[in-house]
């Protein structure tokens, strides 16, 4: 899997947009763009995922830039349960191919 | 519908001991992993399975066994655990089809279970 860089924490007030971004800048052509968080000790969660379009699901947008060497997370109006670890990571859609987990960024949300 | 459970949610083991941790998902999904976390980092993969009867090597998979006999189980053996096996251990599940994939939904995780060696 590429490696990606994330912030190691940041801090965003209840409801507002949390934006995270995540570099990859040697992604491969056929590596998505997935993100996952976890919440205090639970398991981890997945959020979105994408290639080179934008995503947007019911808990987050992804916004991929036109070179794909970087993306950001976009809560659009986060909450104090939104408090996470979250985990950018990038992994080709093959069989083989697993989650490789990096550090994360440590998003807190502040009332 | 349950997803993926683990048991036992917690465990104090003393060195030498052994144990299992179970793992069962209901989502009929055909890739199962298990990955280890210790204290502010992030997860390692110990062993993963792409179906019944086939297990392979993660990143730490020393000190561990695996044994993938139906869909549904997923076993982890710690044979004379040591302090460094003190650790939460996570079990994932996800459905690949060779001839559609990509995982649409992405893995899903268990929720833990906490191990100390002492």
């Known amino acids: 899997d590429a490696k990606t860089t994330q912030p190691p924490s940041m801090d965003c007030a209840e409801g507002r947009a949390a934006n995270l971004p995540c570099n990859h800048s040697?992604?491969?052509?056929?590596?998505?763009v997935y993100w996952y968080r976890q919440i205090h000790s639970q398991g981890p969660q997945y959020i979105i995922h994408g290639l080179k379009n934008n995503e947007t699901n019911e808990m987050a947008s992804l916004i991929i830039t036109e070179d794909r060497k970087s993306s950001t997370l976009i809560l659009p109006h986060a909450t104090l349960r939104d408090t996470a670890v979250y985990y950018c990571i990038v992994r080709a859609n093959f069989g083989n191919e697993k989650l490789t987990f990096g550090t994360g960024t440590r998003l807190t949300i502040i009332p | 519908n349950a997803g993926v459970t683990q048991t036992p949610k917690f465990r104090i083991l003393k060195i030498g001991q052994s144990m299992t941790l179970q793992c069962a998902q209901d989502m009929n999904h055909n890739y199962m992993y298990w990955y280890r976390q210790d204290p502010g980092m992030g997860l390692k993969l110990i062993y993963y399975s792409v179906g019944a009867g086939i297990t392979d090597k993660g990143e730490v998979p020393n000190g561990y066994n695996v044994s993938r006999s139906t869909t549904e189980d997923f076993p982890l053996r710690l044979e004379l655990a040591a302090p460094s096996q003190t650790s939460v251990y996570f079990c994932?599940?996800?459905?690949?089809?060779w001839g559609t994939g990509p995982w649409s939904y992405g893995y899903t995780f268990g929720s833990g279970t906490r191990l100390t060696v002492v």
């Open positions: 040697t992604i491969s052509g056929n590596e998505y």
């Open positions: 994932a599940s996800s459905y690949y089809s």
